[in-house]
C-alpha cells in the first residue's frame, strides 16, 4: 500500500524559507512522477511543483523562481525548499505520486 507522509510545514515570516519533503513507502513501480500541489481556504488545490525520477521540474507559475522541488530517489523521497516566502503562499501543501496518491497534508502559513 502505498503512502505519502509529509513533514517541514509551520509558521514562517513573510521572506522567509522552509523545507518540506515527502517520503513515499510501498512503491512498486519505477517511473514515478512526485510532486507538491496546494490548497489554500476556499481556493481549489493547485500545482507546486512536480519532478520526474529523472530529475525533469515543472513548477507552477505563481512558486517559479522562489521554489524548488528536488528528490533522492535512492531514498523514496521528494524535498520542495521554498524562499522569498509570501502570505499568499499560506496553504495546506500535499505530496503526490503520480497524480493518484496523496499524503495528508502539511500546513504551511506566511505571516506579513
Known amino acids: 500500500q502505498v503512502q505519502l507522509v509529509e513533514a517541514g510545514g509551520g509558521l514562517v515570516q513573510a521572506g522567509g524559507s522552509l523545507r518540506l519533503s515527502c517520503v513515499a513507502s510501498g512503491i512498486t513501480s519505477r517511473n514515478n512522477v512526485m510532486g507538491w500541489y496546494r490548497q489554500a481556504p476556499g481556493k481549489q488545490r493547485e500545482l507546486v511543483a512536480v519532478i520526474t525520477r529523472s530529475s525533469i521540474t515543472n513548477y507552477g507559475d505563481s512558486v517559479k523562481g522562489r521554489f524548488t522541488i528536488s528528490s533522492d530517489n535512492a531514498k523514496n523521497t521528494v524535498y520542495l525548499q521554498m524562499n522569498s516566502l509570501k502570505p499568499e503562499d499560506t496553504a495546506v501543501y500535499y505530496c503526490?505520486?503520480?497524480?493518484?496518491?496523496w499524503g495528508k497534508g502539511t500546513l504551511v502559513t506566511v505571516s506579513s
Open positions: 503526490n505520486l503520480n497524480t493518484i496518491y
